[in-house]
């Protein structure tokens, strides 16, 4: 028998590291009586798979999160049981747990996928070293990314800190088909009573956030969406925000409820069906923001220390003001500064936020609040339901000017213009700021430079511009300044 470990990888099909187990399995006797998966002398052979409630992890994570990784192993023990098998649930720590079942349904072979986080990386070791002490074989194969870290490399050899030299390899090498779903007689014939926890029993209050259905299947309807239509208009429409022209997928990838090599296969077959260069452009372009998230992933892969610490080195410490008031009014959606306060309030009621506002509203932390990335890093991890630590911190660290290929710290986005830009009717915004519902869109955009006399008459109930763009503007290019030393 071989068991397989679900982490983030929350499907049974195109899961490589099933697949690798299921090629090694033999398949059950079909006139066995279904055994218990607390039977420990129970014969039986194929895949036994396994989820671990690890408090070491849990710790780190939210709980909107919480409540959509819960959804989709809903899903996906209805999946095995569909197919006459089960998903066992355990709790405790990893490196106890899963020698246990090990031993207790003598497994042949313990496979996982690997995780990149650091977290993650020393939940395995410990893993690895306890079933090394007792002698139980196990594999670990790379399945969330289509290349491994490491093998897209410079000419000298290096992992690349310049996205755009590592894109073009990236979309140059070729791709793995996706893995094969195991056959029903190859998933172990058991079954769990263990029943999955709520998000009260993991110590996690329920979101208030609408939360997108979890699962393979709402996986699956979301690519198909997107690249009916959406996916040939993405390089123009991707940045607007009210388009919605976006695929929607960050939270699968996260949880792994569809596969990599499944998606971009897809992409592929979207790619050969365009009707001319633009649309083909468009494809390519969501083709790139695959490889962006690869990057990140190499880069916290080579250099875990990104999680808390600079990738930039500067000559001085950065001092950041951090100021608690102005922290608390971002957070809440209340700085006077429209689209800003939008992406903060979708983040609330969706525990999602547009990824152009995610700029957005990280440069304004960062370069008008002058707060240090590290807050709306935790921030975000905190609340949002595709929290990705690679993704995540790549994306802080870009808009505060401490990442790898990061925005130069002298290029500021000016909020106003950002969301007179790519907002231009302001959908977005009054779709999250109601209290701006009844003002035009010019003067929602001139927001912060208006009178106090004519804001109180547009819209008295929303909030005044907590700070002056220019200034902070100017100060921030100071405080970078002083940080290189110059």
């Known amino acids: 028998m071989q068991l397989f470990w679900h982490r983030r990888d929350l499907r049974i099909p195109d899961n490589r590291g099933l697949a690798e187990a299921a090629s090694a399995a033999t398949a059950p006797n079909g006139d066995t009586s279904e055994a218990e998966a607390t039977d420990t002398d129970a014969p039986n052979e194929g895949v036994l798979s396994l989820f671990v409630f690890d408090d070491q992890i849990l710790d780190h994570a939210g709980a909107p999160r919480v409540a959509f990784m819960l959804d989709a192993l809903d899903a996906l023990r209805t999946q095995y049981r569909d197919a006459g098998s089960d998903l066992l649930v355990r709790f405790g720590d990893s490196s106890d747990v899963v020698p246990d079942v090990a031993r207790a349904f003598d497994v042949d072979r313990v496979v996982w996928n690997h995780d990149y986080s650091g977290l993650a990386e020393e939940r395995d070791d410990a893993v690895r070293a306890a079933l090394e002490a007792e002698s139980i074989p196990y594999d670990a194969f790379h399945d969330a990314v289509l290349h491994e870290p490491g093998t897209i490399r410079t000419n000298e050899g290096d992992p690349y800190s310049v996205y755009s030299y590592f894109w073009k ?189 995610r700029m957005i509203v990280a440069s304004f932390l960062t370069k008008d609040l002058l707060w240090d990335w590290r807050a709306g890093y935790d921030h975000f991890r905190e609340h949002l339901v595709d929290h990705d630590t690679a993704n995540d911190n790549g994306g802080w660290q870009w808009a505060a000017s401490t990442g790898t290929d990061a925005q130069p710290y002298f290029r500021i986005f000016n909020p106003q213009t950002q969301g007179e830009r790519y907002d231009p009717d302001a959908e977005y915004i009054t779709r999250y700021v109601p209290e701006l519902q009844a003002v035009p869109a010019e003067q929602i955009h001139d927001w912060p430079e208006l009178d106090q006399d004519v804001r109180d008459e547009l819209a008295s109930d929303y909030a005044d511009p907590i700070v002056e763009h220019s200034e902070r503007r100017e100060l921030a290019i100071e405080l970078f300044e002083a940080a290189r030393g110059d």
């Open 169 to 357: 390899k990236w979309r140059d090498r070729e791709k793995h088909a996706p893995a094969k779903t195991p056959s029903d007689d190859l998933l172990a014939d058991v079954t769990d009573d263990e029943e999955l926890p709520t998000v009260a029993d993991l110590g996690f209050s329920e979101p208030d956030a609408n939360l997108p259905d979890a699962g393979t299947t709402p996986a699956r309807e979301r690519l198909s969406d997107f690249l009916d239509e959406d996916v040939y208009r993405y390089a123009d429409a991707r940045d607007y925000p009210a388009e919605n022209a976006t695929s929607r997928l960050s939270q699968d990838l996260t949880f792994g409820t569809i596969g990599i090599r499944e998606v971009h296969a897809a992409v592929m077959d979207a790619l050969d069906d365009a009707s001319d260069e633009d649309e083909r452009e468009s494809v390519r372009e969501y083709e790139s923001q695959l490889a962006w998230r690869e990057f990140y992933t190499q880069v916290l892969y080579f250099q875990q220390s990104v999680v808390t610490q600079n990738y930039k080195s500067y000559a001085e410490p950065i001092a950041w003001r951090n100021d608690q008031d102005e922290l608390a009014a971002w957070k809440t959606g209340e700085t006077g500064y429209p689209i800003v306060d939008a992406g903060m309030r979708q983040l609330q009621a969706e525990a999602f936020m547009h990824n152009r506002v």
